[in-house]
């Protein structure tokens, strides 16, 4: 990046300071990408459909920071943006369980619009130590289970401070108005607009790099759409967090509960809920080799925990599966990334969130929803360019749409390739192949199935 003194960028990117010259850094950079996917669907229809997709996408930042005083900085980012439509997926339709959407397989046109990714302003109160960070920003809670928009931003407001040089306490407003996944959850899959979240946050450093932290969220949610008809939300989500190192062990750790009422949806009653979710990981390096692996779960509900919510339709959907399965509570829209195929392409199928929309950008999409799972990690940098890794992950449904259907989500095995090319050209390669388990073929419709796979080059220039 070059620094330079100047009152005014031109063009999208507009900046003036009227009281005195500002120091500004121009950035931005350019992701050039290939992705290709088959058997998205496990091949498991009898017309034998090819769901096989590839596609080559580009993606634009550019970027301008303003440190225009001391405890005064703005900072605005503009961004390219490929939707779910452009890149040939939609949202899951009949017992097909994926995105998949063969008639928008012909996507290489330019239909890309910038958009404002961040644009904010972070002060110092005159005479305090109080912080207030606003406008459109990623913000993350704990490790982003919960709520999560690093991938575009929301509308926030964020005021912090450190009484003590251990404690960071913060409390934020964040607006889930708009549309896009990456937008914070509204409990119901859809992004209809009218979501906003209050949430409060301490952090205590108890060790040197070790770091302990507990975040509660209300959220008011007034225009939940289920089945076209409207219905309020009031919850609250409480996480408590820990991160850190001991030694050559570095840790992750975090709880999440939520606990609410969706508002008459049951005529003139109230439907009250509660889900949960957990994390821990951790890490060593063995030599040269770096091995880790974390247990991961995720509520859903039984087929036997079953209330009337609405009807979705579709082939193969009937009245038995009229339920609250776990596919209404945020874990389904999140940004928490731990899966190239199942989490960010794949999900749990017909009436469930799907996956990222086949973004595979590296922030994930299905969640925690009705999911758990067991991942073991193992990598090295031969050379101080080079870095390779892989993955391995079972996981497991919590609960079950149908009484009979078995929990088992299968297997994924992912591997990675990077490779430092210049300081700022990084050239990185993911390939993934996941085994569907037996929660797919819904109570013994689909019997047969075979494999996904999925790979990603990617090229990154940083400026």
């Not at 990623?138 to 450190?162: C, F, M, N, Q």
């Amino acid at each position: 990046m070059k620094k330079f003194m100047l009152a005014v960028v031109a063009a999208a990117l507009v900046l003036t300071s009227s009281a005195a010259m500002a120091e500004v850094t121009v950035g931005g950079g350019l992701a050039l990408r290939y992705e290709y996917w088959k058997n998205l669907k496990f091949n498991n229809t009898s017309a034998k459909v090819d769901d096989t997709q590839s596609f080559l996408a580009v993606n634009v930042k550019l970027n301008v920071d303003a440190k225009i005083a001391e405890g005064l900085e703005t900072f605005i980012e503009l961004q390219t943006q490929t939707t779910g439509a452009n890149l040939g997926n939609t949202a899951a339709t009949g017992a097909v369980p994926n995105n998949s959407n063969a008639a928008l397989n012909y996507f290489n046109f330019q239909k890309n619009d910038m958009h404002v990714n961040q644009a904010w302003v972070n002060f110092t109160l005159p005479g305090t130590t109080v912080g207030i960070k606003a406008g459109h920003q990623p913000i993350a809670l704990g490790h982003g289970i919960w709520l999560d928009s690093t991938r575009e931003g929301s509308d926030a407001v964020l005021v912090y401070a450190k009484p003590v040089p251990e404690l960071l306490v913060a409390g934020a407003y964040i607006s889930g108005r708009g549309t896009g996944t990456s937008n914070p959850a509204l409990f119901d899959g859809s992004i209809t607009g009218d979501a906003n979240f209050y949430a409060a946050l301490a952090n205590y450093t108890f060790a040197e790099n070790n770091t302990a932290g507990i975040n509660v969220t209300f959220a008011d949610d007034n225009a939940s759409a289920i089945g076209g008809v409207v219905k309020n939300i009031r919850a609250f989500n409480t996480g408590i967090t820990a991160d850190g190192k001991l030694g050559a062990v570095s840790y992750k750790a975090e709880a999440d509960w939520l606990t609410g009422r969706r508002l008459n949806t049951f005529g003139t009653k109230n439907y009250r809920f509660n889900a949960y979710a957990a994390m821990a990981g951790a890490s060593v390096d063995v030599g040269a080799v770096k091995v880790g692996g974390e247990v991961v779960y995720g509520t859903g509900n039984h087929a036997n925990d079953r209330k009337v919510l609405y009807n979705p339709g579709g082939a193969g959907v009937g009245s038995d599966s009229i339920t609250d399965h776990a596919y209404f509570v945020p874990y389904g829209a999140t940004s928490y990334n731990y899966a190239f195929l199942y989490n960010d392409k794949i999900g749990q199928g017909p009436r469930g969130a799907g996956g990222g929309n086949g973004y595979g950008d590296g922030f994930g999409g299905f969640g925690l929803a009705n999911t758990s799972y067991i991942k073991l990690t193992a990598g090295m940098n031969p050379t101080d360019k080079l870095s390779v890794g892989a993955e391995v992950l079972y996981l497991r449904a919590t609960g079950q749409q149908f009484g009979d259907q078995a929990k088992s989500l299968g297997w994924e095995a992912d591997a990675k390739v990077g490779y430092k090319l210049y300081d700022n050209l990084n050239f990185n390669l993911t390939g993934g192949a996941f085994i569907p388990g037996a929660w797919y073929k819904f109570g013994g419709t689909q019997t047969k199935m075979s494999n996904a796979y999925g790979a990603e080059a990617k090229l990154v220039a940083k400026f």
